[in-house]
């Protein structure tokens, strides 16, 4: 069946946003065709997860393992954060913090934000991909500025320049590649397809295709966040609703990684081994780990912070997959555990930020008194992103360490110390937040109510410790080895 179809559900969505006249019928006509969007990709996209042999090709889409892994994520995080969504937009609107109009422009752009990904993970021909990752930045920016306020609107322009401009040298490397594909003698109507340039890059000559795969690793690597490319990626987290936050962290930095992937195979295939395109990987990856650290050390805003830790993580896992075939596995675990992690996090931060109206750490006292259920699912978060047993995030770098120390044991004692730094910081400005007492606090305590968002951190954090005892089993690493093959072999 053509994947195609799993578009209709979220052009639907996005109409009944624009169209609907009343609070009350946005919000039952979003969840509805959002709930039917989401199991529409699941159902879709198991069956290719679990039989690598199973794969759609067209001339426009492509669905694999790799992709149907990509939809899955996407998923997920898709319709957790529509649900918390709901809550979170609903309550800044019955504040008065956004008028109706931005209440549907909201729901309405999320919807197409979420298609452009989608599209870009399951696209066969290149500009195709381009256009949608273009996509993703263009619906997004609205969403980052949705307050109009100076520094939202500052950090949307940022993130809307350097996003695109990123994204225009990564077109610059497509058009290189498709031109050396076509001075091989691909035919003209395969140069822009994903799967014929895998299949003839040995035609390819070797000087256009290291060229087109830096302007794609550059241009892609800037909508990654990789240092220092990363420069957007604070200011538009720290700014954007919390739950868009969450899929900025959680999936659409994935996405754009996603795109990298798939043209380092088509480079690596042309080179006759990957071990070019795998210095870029651990030199930029490198890098990505260490200025967070040090960075890390000055927040004063958690979700800033939090910002920080996806620049962080993104180079774990690109570090990771330099180091094929066993860190790259480590790195797809990553990438999966962190999906659910950091999304967690700010889901968690967006709850703070409705009750303590600040994203200042400095400003946030007694938080575990008046806000008990999100202090306990927010520091368990914390726990978890760090890696500290029993998270999955923690069994994806024992994978990479070692792979790491045997490859590069000077890099993996830097990286190691660099982590510990890290789980320092985040620990101490959680810890600051949530139990830190004013003197002579008299204030009356209004005892915190669970809701949806904590349901839904509490699923999210359930499953990082499921996926832990799964990426122990042979039938994971079976799973995971086959993903990892359509981006390495």
């Known amino acids: 069946m053509n994947p195609i179809f799993l578009s209709i559900p979220f052009l639907i969505a996005a109409m009944w946003a624009v169209v609907a006249k009343s609070e009350k019928t946005g919000r039952f006509g979003t969840l509805v065709f959002s709930a039917l969007a989401f199991l529409a990709m699941m159902l879709y996209a198991a069956p290719f997860i679990f039989n690598s042999k199973e794969k759609f090709l067209s001339a426009w889409l492509l669905m694999d393992s790799f992709s149907a892994l990509m939809v899955i994520l996407i998923a997920c995080i898709y319709i957790f954060s529509l649900i918390v969504s709901v809550r979170y937009i609903g309550h800044e609107y019955e504040e008065k913090i956004i008028t109706f109009s931005q209440y549907k422009m909201y729901f309405a752009l999320f919807q197409l934000f979420v298609l452009c990904m989608l599209i870009t993970v399951m696209a066969n021909n ?83 295709v290291k060229i087109a795969f830096i302007f794609l690793f550059i241009g892609f690597g800037t909508k990654v966040g990789l240092v220092p490319m990363h420069t957007w990626l604070p200011d538009a987290h720290s700014k954007a609703p919390s739950p868009i936050s969450a899929i900025f962290s959680a999936v659409l930095l994935n996405v754009a990684l996603y ?18 395109t795998n210095q870029l990987f651990l030199i930029f990856g490198f890098i990505s780990i260490i200025i967070p650290a040090i960075l890390m050390l000055i927040q004063t805003n958690y979700k800033r912070m939090l910002a920080y830790s996806s ?104 990286i190691f110390i660099a982590l510990g730094i890290i789980a320092y910081a985040m620990l101490a400005l959680s810890v600051k937040m949530i139990f830190t007492t004013e003197d002579n606090y008299k204030k009356e305590i209004t005892k915190e109510s669970w809701n949806v968002t904590h349901t839904i951190m509490m699923v999210e954090l359930l499953a990082v410790v499921v996926l832990a005892g799964w990426f122990t089993t042979p039938s994971a690493l079976r799973v995971i080895t086959n993903i990892t093959k359509t981006f390495i072999y």
């Not at 290149?126 to 500052?154: H, I, N």
């Not at 320049?161 to 050396?180: A, F, K, P, Q």
């Not at 066993?326 to 930020?353: C, P, Q, R, Y």
Request: a positive charge; proline letters at 3%.
């Open 126 to 208: 290149v500009l195709l991909l381009w256009l949608a990752l273009e996509g993703t930045t263009l619906f997004s920016t609205f969403l980052v500025g949705l307050y109009r306020r100076k520094t939202s609107m500052e950090a949307a322009w940022k993130y809307m320049i350097l996003c695109s401009t990123g994204i225009s040298l990564g077109l610059l490397g497509i058009l290189l590649l498709s031109y050396g594909a076509h001075v091989g003698g691909v035919l003209e109507n395969n140069i822009f397809l994903l799967n014929n340039l895998a299949v003839s890059a040995h035609l390819i000559p070797e000087n256009i």
């Open 259 to 276: 795109a990298i992937l798939r043209f380092k195979f088509i480079t690596d295939s042309a080179l006759y081994g990957a071990a070019w």
């Open 311 to 414: 620049i962080e993580h993104m180079g774990i896992i690109i570090f990771s997959l330099g180091m094929p075939p066993l860190g790259a596995i480590a790195g797809v675990m990553h990438m999966i555990a962190h999906t659910f992690t950091k999304s967690a996090l700010f889901f968690g931060a967006g709850e703070i930020l409705i009750k303590w109206k600040t994203t200042k750490v400095t400003k946030i006292r007694n938080m575990f008194a008046e806000a008990k259920y999100t202090s306990l699912l927010f520091l368990l978060a914390i726990v978890a992103i760090v890696a500290i047993p029993p998270s999955a995030l923690f069994v994806s770098e024992y994978g990479m360490f070692t792979q790491a120390i045997i490859l590069h044991p000077a890099l993996s004692i830097i």
